[in-house]
């Protein structure tokens, strides 16, 4: 596959795995993902929060405590920018969610870095700012990832 067929097809891959995961269909977001992908947060969502996760069993598992009270994320793709390496992409993103029961707005923005090996993303560095996640969740997302 030529890179700029390659960059075209991942972007696709990244469009449906994003909306898989911000609608909490796990299963095909799974699809997306190498078992044993390394995600990385250099700016951690939560204090206790690791700043390195491996697996993609792990990052849903972590993923549906944090989704629990919502109806999902219903991350949109905002821009991609393309790589001299095919198999790379970054890519900026956002959600937009209301959290039950309170009825409070979560809405975030996301900048990734995510290398492919085939179909599979094998590595994501996810840039996020924690301060919405506090705003709107407060403590019950600490209590939540410590239980």
């Known amino acids: 596959?030529?890179?700029?067929a390659r960059r075209?097809?991942?972007?696709?891959l990244f469009e449906q795995l994003?909306?898989?995961?911000?609608?909490?269909?796990?299963?095909?977001?799974?699809?997306?993902?190498?078992?044993?992908?390394l995600f990385e947060w250099p700016y951690l969502p939560l204090k206790e929060f690791p700043t390195t996760m491996k697996g993609r069993d792990a990052f849903i598992e972590t993923?549906?405590?944090?989704?629990?009270n919502s109806d999902?994320?219903?991350h949109k793709v905002d821009r991609f920018y393309d790589q001299l390496d095919p198999n790379t992409l970054i890519v900026e993103y956002h959600s937009d969610s209301v959290v039950k029961p309170s009825?409070?707005?979560?809405?975030n923005t996301?900048?990734?870095?995510?290398?492919?090996?085939?179909?599979l993303v094998v590595y994501w560095k996810e840039y996020v700012n924690p301060l919405p996640i506090l705003e709107t969740y407060g403590n019950f997302v600490n209590e939540a990832a410590s239980s």
């Open 72 to 74: 999902g994320y219903n």
């Open 1 to 4: 596959m030529e890179d700029d």
């Open 110 to 119: 996301y900048l990734g870095i995510l290398r492919f090996e085939g179909d």
């Open 18 to 37: 994003i909306a898989a995961y911000g609608s909490k269909d796990f299963e095909t977001f799974a699809r997306f993902v190498d078992p044993d992908a």
């Open 63 to 68: 993923s549906k405590t944090g989704m629990a």
């Open 8 to 12: 075209q097809h991942i972007r696709g």
């Open 103 to 107: 009825g409070d707005r979560y809405a």
